[in-house]
């Protein structure tokens, strides 16, 4: 994987976290799995960045974890969203999906922009 | 996600373990990845290789997790310790609410013995433990001779004695003093329309910078100043205030003393005050330079003080004051005057001058307060343990839901928390009161009382009692509560009779220690009680009662001593005239010096043809009176007093006092025998009583008095004795004294009394401290053996019941529960003489003229507690007397 995916990953890491318990609680091996598979295999999180993401919003309140057991009978901690971090989750894609407009303004400009009028 | 099946929930048994949690995790973690790849077709030795590769640095993840995962747990057991301290106090609100004449009682109870223990301790922080208000104030140390009986002129040095020592000592940064021989009121403040009165002191140039007073405004005494100079004066803050209105211009303006001009060069900060340190109960208004070219053959008259080098110590300095000793004259114009000082300059801590016997006397109160302390909180342990016995089933309930007994006992001590927590507000509030009332007493002879304050040390006190009284006197009760048997007390459908009995024997022990403590508190009050009965009975030589001193203004100048002295004569001669004409005046009469002030001596008298070793004759201490003062101090007189007819020309004529004519002449009259000073013949022509001239609880020494028509007085007190209150006659004094000298400023006029009260006062206020103490401690101890006795009259309602109806009588059983009582206070008292013995042992240098072993105060206290002991078990046997065996019986 190259640096320029890394860094990426680290800055929206939480929101894709967040958004892949808005379906249910999972254990941290699930959240990578589903995390590739809705993008298309295209985003994958390492183990070494994920575990402390996770850890850190439930430090926060965002998730709150249990103990389960997995679909083949093993302990696992699954994570859950609480109100808290729903509200987060909305706050930060809100956020996002402002971020892309721009960029894909800036990146899609077919033109240069108007000279900015003196005032 | 499944929930956990119960068998499989043993793994956190002991705990919560955020390190055991995150490996758990990982290896979930890593042991699914190896499933999916195995799933894939990898071999299972190469899947495992695969998913460790892929999760990389396993371990620093691992490290990040248990970081976390800690911080989290603390935070968790934080809030929960919260949420449980919150809800317990929800609880102790609501349960003390109900019970409110329990918590109002031992909220009392806490206030008074926490309110008395912040107010002695801020006097005792002030005096005892704050360092004097100086900077690097342990370096300032007070030179003085070891005390003899010859008053203040042996406790001070000569001009020239002070610049030896200061230029030869080589352990001072600098030496300083201060004119020893002021008395109040010895200023007139003139020019403002009447002449008012005023206290100056005139100290050495350097006096301020030795102390390291800045002034608020304006500057301190410049050199040029000290010698000579234009006549200048720093004005205390107090006095600018009360004098001058606070003027911020007043530095530089001149006012007028005694009718000349003086400049104000300064106003001293009002956290300097002359009078807390140097002379207790004083207050001083201005200072001026003390010129030791004119005061160079008065012989002693400054007081030393020195500010030591850093890192020199006091034995040091008195090395250092040993080796200058011999260099220094008296007078450097009488070379038979060198070595005169030797021995006689021993430096001491300034802090430990001013403190001096007051040490003892604070620790004895304080230890008294903590007496008090240890009462109110026995007491609070006793209410406690007699509620929790009352509430041993709800606690057996929560027990039984799931309450462990740390919670349980954590509950009890956040009642007692709460009591003591109000208790002590409450008590600071108290201590407030004392001691801003305190801060104020003018007529206390007290040092550094104007610095008390309830400072943030005292704050901190007020919390470490609190948290004290809280845990100590909670926990006893908490810890009998949670370990009784559950199910006893739940089975137990009745009166506890099990537990009760065995809280009853805890309660027991505890009423005994009150009692003891409360003996030790009540013998102590009892013997410093009696020391003041006895310093009361001292006689001190004169009559204090209905009479009164005035200072009066007086101007003798004339060119000669001759004829100075008969102005002052024809002067004085008209005043005691006038005033003794007035209505209701029996006798008046002036001398320069009044008893229990400040006093001075001149120099050695010998009998004629006589001879004495050195040093076996005493320096006494000189008075220069009218003829009437004897009277009119009410002084006994054997011989005869002066008369205007003594004149500078006729005969020299003195009297003396009792001490001196022993010394003197043993076994013999010393009226018309004659004393030799140098050349000079004095006519001894009476005799008189010693009179208390520094301490009334000092030993006397000798005194000597001139007649003012042959020897220059320092001054004039007018005392008059009079038939009505001294008060009533003020107003027809000053008119007097104002028609015979317009100038006459109206100084005060003070009752003798007050002087002798003022000279009681630290040990009256000792005593009714300690006395106070001890009422409360033997109030305190009514309470708790009351309580114990009624709550175990109570305990075996049914008991006395079932022996009432087998015929037990009345008076039986109520002589019973008296005797139960008596028992206690015995108990109580035994123990009690043994702290007694302690604590009399403590206070026995307090003591004046009393044993410390003191078989009345010690029977006082026998009979005191046991009526105390008496009437608190006369109510509960009035009670147990009066159960209904039939209703008893019922009850159950």
Same mark, same amino acid.
């Given at each position: 994987?190259?640096?320029?995916?890394?860094?990426?990953?680290?800055?929206?890491?939480?929101?894709?976290?967040?958004?892949?318990?808005?379906?249910?609680?999972?254990?941290? #091996?699930?959240? +990578?799995?589903?995390? !590739? /598979? &809705?993008?298309?295999?295209?985003?994958?999180?390492? @183990?070494?960045?994920?575990?402390?993401?996770?850890?850190?919003?439930?430090?926060?309140?965002?998730?709150?974890?249990?103990?389960?057991?997995?679909?083949?009978?093993?302990?696992?901690?699954? #994570?859950?969203? +609480?109100?808290?971090? !729903? /509200? &987060?989750?909305?706050?930060?894609?809100?956020?996002? @999906?402002?971020?892309?407009?721009?960029?894909?303004?800036?990146?899609?400009?077919?033109?240069?922009?108007?000279?900015?009028?003196?005032? | 996600?499944?929930?956990?099946?119960?068998?499989?929930?043993?793994?956190?048994?002991?705990?919560?373990?955020?390190?055991?949690?995150?490996?758990?995790?990982?290896?979930?973690?890593?042991?699914?990845?190896?499933?999916?790849?195995?799933?894939?077709?990898?071999?299972?030795?190469?899947?495992?290789?695969?998913?460790?590769?892929?999760?990389?640095?396993?371990?620093?993840?691992?490290?990040?997790?248990?970081?976390?995962?800690?911080?989290?747990?603390?935070?968790?057991?934080?809030?929960?310790?919260?949420?449980?301290?919150?809800?317990?106090?929800?609880?102790?609100?609501?349960?003390?609410?109900?019970?409110?004449?329990?918590?109002?009682?031992?909220?009392?109870?806490?206030?008074?013995?926490?309110?008395?223990?912040?107010?002695?301790?801020?006097?005792?922080?002030?005096?005892?433990?704050?360092?004097?208000?100086?900077?690097?104030?342990?370096?300032?140390?007070?030179?003085?001779?070891?005390?003899?009986?010859?008053?203040?002129?042996?406790?001070?040095?000569?001009?020239?004695?002070?610049?030896?020592?200061?230029?030869?000592?080589?352990?001072?940064?600098?030496?300083?003093?201060?004119?020893?021989?002021?008395?109040?009121?010895?200023?007139?403040?003139?020019?403002?329309?009447?002449?008012?009165?005023?206290?100056?002191?005139?100290?050495?140039?350097?006096?301020?910078?030795?102390?390291?007073?800045?002034?608020?405004?304006?500057?301190?005494?410049?050199?040029?100043?000290?010698?000579?100079?234009?006549?200048?004066?720093?004005?205390?803050?107090?006095?600018?205030?009360?004098?001058?209105?606070?003027?911020?211009?007043?530095?530089?303006?001149?006012?007028?003393?005694?009718?000349?001009?003086?400049?104000?060069?300064?106003?001293?900060?009002?956290?300097?005050?002359?009078?807390?340190?140097?002379?207790?109960?004083?207050?001083?208004?201005?200072?001026?330079?003390?010129?030791?070219?004119?005061?160079?053959?008065?012989?002693?008259?400054?007081?030393?003080?020195?500010?030591?080098?850093?890192?020199?110590?006091?034995?040091?300095?008195?090395?250092?004051?040993?080796?200058?000793?011999?260099?220094?004259?008296?007078?450097?114009?009488?070379?038979?005057?060198?070595?005169?000082?030797?021995?006689?300059?021993?430096?001491?801590?300034?802090?430990?001058?001013?403190?001096?016997?007051?040490?003892?006397?604070?620790?004895?109160?304080?230890?008294?307060?903590?007496?008090?302390?240890?009462?109110?909180?026995?007491?609070?342990?006793?209410?406690?343990?007699?509620?929790?016995?009352?509430?041993?089933?709800?606690?057996?309930?929560?027990?039984?839901?799931?309450?462990?007994?740390?919670?349980?006992?954590?509950?009890?001590?956040?009642?007692?928390?709460?009591?003591?927590?109000?208790?002590?507000?409450?008590?600071?509030?108290?201590?407030?009161?004392?001691?801003?009332?305190?801060?104020?007493?003018?007529?206390?002879?007290?040092?550094?009382?104007?610095?008390?304050?309830?400072?943030?040390?005292?704050?901190?006190?007020?919390?470490?009692?609190?948290?004290?009284?809280?845990?100590?006197?909670?926990?006893?009760?908490?810890?009998?509560?949670?370990?009784?048997?559950?199910?006893?007390?739940?089975?137990?459908?009745?009166?506890?009779?099990?537990?009760?009995?065995?809280?009853?024997?805890?309660?027991?022990?505890?009423?005994?220690?009150?009692?003891?403590?409360?003996?030790?508190?009540?013998?102590?009050?009892?013997?410093?009680?009696?020391?003041?009965?006895?310093?009361?009975?001292?006689?001190?030589?004169?009559?204090?009662?209905?009479?009164?001193?005035?200072?009066?203004?007086?101007?003798?100048?004339?060119?000669?001593?001759?004829?100075?002295?008969?102005?002052?004569?024809?002067?004085?001669?008209?005043?005691?005239?006038?005033?003794?004409?007035?209505?209701?005046?029996?006798?008046?009469?002036?001398?320069?010096?009044?008893?229990?002030?400040?006093?001075?001596?001149?120099?050695?008298?010998?009998?004629?043809?006589?001879?004495?070793?050195?040093?076996?004759?005493?320096?006494?201490?000189?008075?220069?009176?009218?003829?009437?003062?004897?009277?009119?101090?009410?002084?006994?007189?054997?011989?005869?007093?002066?008369?205007?007819?003594?004149?500078?020309?006729?005969?020299?004529?003195?009297?003396?006092?009792?001490?001196?004519?022993?010394?003197?002449?043993?076994?013999?009259?010393?009226?018309?025998?004659?004393?030799?000073?140098?050349?000079?013949?004095?006519?001894?022509?009476?005799?008189?009583?010693?009179?208390?001239?520094?301490?009334?609880?000092?030993?006397?020494?000798?005194?000597?008095?001139?007649?003012?028509?042959?020897?220059?007085?320092?001054?004039?007190?007018?005392?008059?004795?009079?038939?009505?209150?001294?008060?009533?006659?003020?107003?027809?004094?000053?008119?007097?004294?104002?028609?015979?000298?317009?100038?006459?400023?109206?100084?005060?006029?003070?009752?003798?009394?007050?002087?002798?009260?003022?000279?009681?006062?630290?040990?009256?206020?000792?005593?009714?401290?300690?006395?106070?103490?001890?009422?409360?401690?033997?109030?305190?101890?009514?309470?708790?053996?009351?309580?114990?006795?009624?709550?175990?009259?109570?305990?075996?309602?049914?008991?006395?019941?079932?022996?009432?109806?087998?015929?037990?009588?009345?008076?039986?059983?109520?002589?019973?529960?008296?005797?139960?009582?008596?028992?206690?206070?015995?108990?109580?008292?035994?123990?009690?003489?043994?702290?007694?013995?302690?604590?009399?042992?403590?206070?026995?240098?307090?003591?004046?003229?009393?044993?410390?072993?003191?078989?009345?105060?010690?029977?006082?206290?026998?009979?005191?507690?046991?009526?105390?002991?008496?009437?608190?078990?006369?109510?509960?046997?009035?009670?147990?007397?009066?159960?209904?065996?039939?209703?008893?019986?019922?009850?159950?």
């Amino acid at each position: 994987m190259d640096t320029a995916k890394l860094e990426f990953l680290r800055g929206t890491l939480d929101v894709l976290i967040l958004k892949a318990l808005i379906w249910g609680p999972l254990h941290g #091996y699930a959240i +990578t799995n589903l995390i !590739r /598979r &809705q993008s298309d295999e295209a985003l994958f999180v390492e @183990e070494g960045t994920l575990y402390p993401a996770l850890w850190r919003l439930e430090n926060k309140g965002l998730l709150e974890a249990e103990w389960g057991l997995s679909a083949n009978n093993r302990k696992a901690k699954f #994570y859950r969203l +609480t109100p808290e971090g !729903r /509200r &987060q989750l909305r706050r930060e894609v809100k956020a996002w @999906e402002a971020y892309a407009t721009a960029v894909a303004k800036v990146i899609g400009a077919t033109q240069p922009p108007l000279p900015e009028e003196i005032g | 996600m499944k929930p956990i099946p119960l068998w499989r929930r043993y793994s956190r048994l002991f705990g919560a373990d955020p390190a055991a949690d995150v490996k758990d995790e990982l290896r979930f973690h890593l042991e699914a990845k190896i499933d999916d790849l195995v799933s894939q077709g990898w071999r299972p030795e190469a899947a495992r290789q695969e998913a460790g590769r892929q999760f990389g640095d396993l371990r620093t993840v691992q490290e990040i997790g248990v970081s976390i995962g800690e911080k989290m747990e603390r935070r968790k057991r934080l809030k929960d310790y919260w949420s449980d301290s919150l809800q317990d106090v929800r609880y102790a609100f609501r349960t003390l609410g109900r019970d409110a004449g329990f918590a109002a009682v031992s909220i009392v109870i806490l206030a008074l013995a926490i309110g008395a223990n912040i107010a002695v301790f801020s006097v005792v922080n002030t005096l005892l433990l704050r360092p004097l208000p100086f900077p690097d104030s342990h370096q300032l140390v007070w030179i003085a001779p070891p005390p003899t009986a010859c008053g203040l002129s042996c406790a001070t040095y000569s001009a020239d004695a002070y610049e030896e020592f200061r230029a030869q000592s080589r352990a001072y940064q600098d030496v300083t003093g201060y004119e020893a021989f002021t008395t109040p009121d010895n200023l007139r403040l003139t020019g403002l329309g009447e002449p008012e009165p005023a206290t100056g002191v005139e100290v050495i140039g350097n006096f301020f910078q030795v102390l390291g007073v800045q002034p608020a405004m304006g500057r301190l005494f410049a050199p040029d100043e000290v010698r000579g100079g234009p006549q200048v004066a720093l004005l205390s803050n107090a006095y600018w205030r009360r004098q001058f209105n606070a003027d911020p211009a007043i530095v530089g303006k001149a006012i007028e003393l005694n009718g000349a001009p003086v400049t104000v060069v300064g106003v001293l900060p009002a956290s300097f005050d002359f009078g807390a340190v140097f002379s207790p109960g004083a207050k001083v208004d201005l200072f001026t330079p003390l010129d030791l070219d004119r005061e160079r053959n008065w012989g002693n008259i400054v007081t030393l003080l020195g500010r030591l080098k850093p890192g020199v110590t006091v034995a040091h300095a008195l090395d250092d004051a040993n080796r200058v000793a011999p260099n220094m004259y008296f007078n450097v114009k009488y070379p038979e005057s060198l070595g005169r000082y030797k021995g006689d300059l021993i430096p001491v801590p300034l802090k430990d001058y001013v403190i001096g016997k007051l040490r003892r006397s604070l620790i004895a109160l304080w230890s008294a307060v903590g007496a008090i302390l240890l009462i109110a909180g026995v007491n609070l342990s006793n209410l406690l343990l007699a509620r929790a016995a009352t509430r041993a089933k709800e606690f057996a309930v929560r027990g039984a839901l799931g309450a462990s007994r740390g919670r349980t006992v954590r509950q009890l001590l956040t009642e007692s928390l709460v009591l003591s927590g109000a208790g002590a507000a409450l008590g600071l509030g108290l201590a407030f009161i004392v001691i801003a009332w305190l801060a104020h007493q003018r007529s206390l002879a007290l040092p550094l009382l104007s610095a008390l304050r309830i400072d943030s040390q005292a704050l901190g006190w007020t919390v470490l009692i609190a948290v004290f009284t809280t845990v100590l006197f909670g926990l006893v009760p908490g810890l009998r509560i949670a370990g009784g048997n559950l199910q006893e007390v739940l089975k137990d459908s009745g009166r506890g009779a099990g537990l009760g009995r065995r809280h009853e024997r805890v309660r027991a022990v505890l009423v005994v220690s009150e009692v003891a403590l409360a003996c030790a508190l009540l013998v102590s009050a009892g013997l410093l009680l009696r020391s003041f009965l006895k310093v009361l009975d001292v006689d001190l030589g004169f009559q204090p009662d209905r009479a009164a001193s005035i200072k009066v203004e007086y101007d003798d100048s004339a060119p000669s001593d001759h004829a100075s002295a008969a102005k002052r004569a024809a002067i004085f001669h008209q005043i005691l005239d006038r005033v003794s004409a007035l209505p209701g005046v029996e006798a008046a009469g002036m001398a320069d010096y009044l008893p229990l002030g400040p006093n001075r001596n001149w120099d050695t008298p010998v009998p004629q043809g006589k001879t004495f070793a050195p040093g076996e004759l005493p320096d006494p201490l000189v008075y220069v009176i009218t003829p009437g003062f004897i009277r009119a101090m009410g002084i006994r007189l054997h011989g005869r007093d002066f008369t205007w007819a003594d004149v500078p020309h006729s005969e020299k004529v003195v009297l003396i006092n009792a001490s001196a004519a022993r010394v003197y002449w043993p076994g013999e009259d010393a009226v018309g025998k004659v004393l030799m000073r140098g050349e000079e013949a004095d006519l001894v022509v009476g005799v008189v009583d010693d009179i208390h001239e520094e301490t009334v609880e000092g030993p006397v020494g000798s005194q000597i008095y001139y007649p003012v028509t042959q020897q220059g007085p320092n001054g004039a007190q007018l005392v008059i004795r009079t038939s009505l209150p001294p008060a009533t006659l003020a107003a027809s004094v000053l008119h007097a004294l104002r028609e015979i000298n317009p100038k006459q400023p109206a100084a005060e006029f003070r009752p003798i009394q007050t002087i002798v009260d003022r000279a009681y006062s630290p040990r009256r206020f000792f005593m009714l401290l300690v006395a106070a103490f001890a009422g409360l401690g033997l109030l305190l101890a009514a309470l708790g053996i009351y309580g114990v006795i009624s709550y175990s009259v109570s305990q075996k309602t049914q008991e006395i019941g079932v022996r009432m109806a087998l015929g037990a009588s009345a008076g039986r059983v109520q002589r019973e529960v008296i005797l139960n009582t008596l028992r206690l206070a015995v108990a109580g008292i035994v123990l009690g003489t043994t702290a007694s013995v302690v604590s009399a042992r403590l206070i026995a240098s307090l003591l004046f003229a009393t044993s410390p072993w003191d078989v009345t105060t010690y029977a006082g206290m026998v009979l005191s507690l046991v009526a105390v002991a008496l009437i608190s078990g006369y109510i509960p046997a009035q009670r147990a007397s009066c159960i209904d065996p039939m209703a008893a019986l019922r009850s159950q």
